[in-house]
């Protein structure tokens, strides 16, 4: 059993580009979500979904895209990279109810140059 | 709208002294409270819940937290702490009655340094 799995571990983009992170959960979760994580700033909501085709803006989505075509995969889509999203981004699953805990990677570290 | 806080940025403890991390909310109803914890260059991961129930709860590595509804709090504590305890915590709630998508809301942590 896998949980949470997120690729790649490590990335450095530069100024404009695109790129795509991955996340996949194999526990059969409705709820997943992407987190940005920012020294002093805690975890930040980027974007959540309750289930496949169902997608929403957390805190902090601007820049950011996802999409839920199966239950599975939540990936992240970073549109045009800009230095302020330099960060560790977490990817969290958990099951239906607002009283079950989250599960999450191993996260990414991204660095926009 | 739920929040959390977490008001130490940093708790220095001595290895076997007892630990306390703090954690207070707000919600507008009875609140679904959480901790985890977070090693160096690792996701988060649970440690316990307060759902409903007994006001004490106990979780993984002998940590245990008390919910005090009057001064709306969830510390987390333990006994006697260990070097290996040493991480950053986080403190998170959720609002049953929120609706929607039942996200959570983060703590913007707490680092546990544990002194040998």
């Known amino acids: 059993n896998a949980g949470v799995t997120q690729t790649p571990k490590f990335q450095v983009l530069k100024t404009g580009q695109s790129m795509t992170l991955q996340c996949a959960q194999d526990?059969?979760?409705?709820?997943m979500s992407w987190y940005r994580q920012d020294p002093g700033m805690g975890l930040r909501l980027i974007h959540y979904?309750?289930?496949?085709?169902?997608?929403d803006q957390g805190e902090v989505p601007n820049g950011y895209n996802v999409s839920r075509s199966t239950t599975e995969d939540f990936p992240l889509r970073l549109l045009s990279a800009a230095p302020s999203q330099t960060s560790v981004y977490f990817c969290a699953s958990s099951e239906v109810g607002s009283y079950t805990e989250a599960f999450f990677g191993q996260g990414t570290r991204l660095t926009v140059v | 709208a739920q929040s959390v806080a977490q008001p130490e940025d940093q708790v220095n403890v001595a290895e076997g002294n007892p630990l306390t991390v703090k954690c207070t909310y707000s919600?507008?109803?009875?609140?679904?409270l959480f901790w985890y914890v977070q090693y160096p260059n690792r996701g988060l991961q649970f440690l316990l819940k307060?759902?409903?129930?007994?006001?004490l709860v106990k979780g993984s590595y002998g940590f245990e937290a008390e919910f005090n509804k009057s001064q709306t709090s969830f510390h987390l504590k333990k006994p006697s702490a260990l070097v290996s305890d040493s991480a950053l915590y986080f403190c998170?709630?959720?609002?049953?009655?929120?609706?929607?998508?039942?996200?959570?809301?983060f703590g913007r942590g707490t680092s546990l340094i544990v002194h040998p």
């Open positions: 526990m059969n979760h409705e709820y």
């Open positions: 998170a709630v959720r609002d049953p009655r929120a609706g929607g998508s039942y996200i959570p809301t």
């Open positions: 307060y759902i409903t129930g007994d006001n």
């Open positions: 979904s309750v289930g496949a085709g169902i997608t």
């Open positions: 919600v507008s109803g009875n609140p679904y």
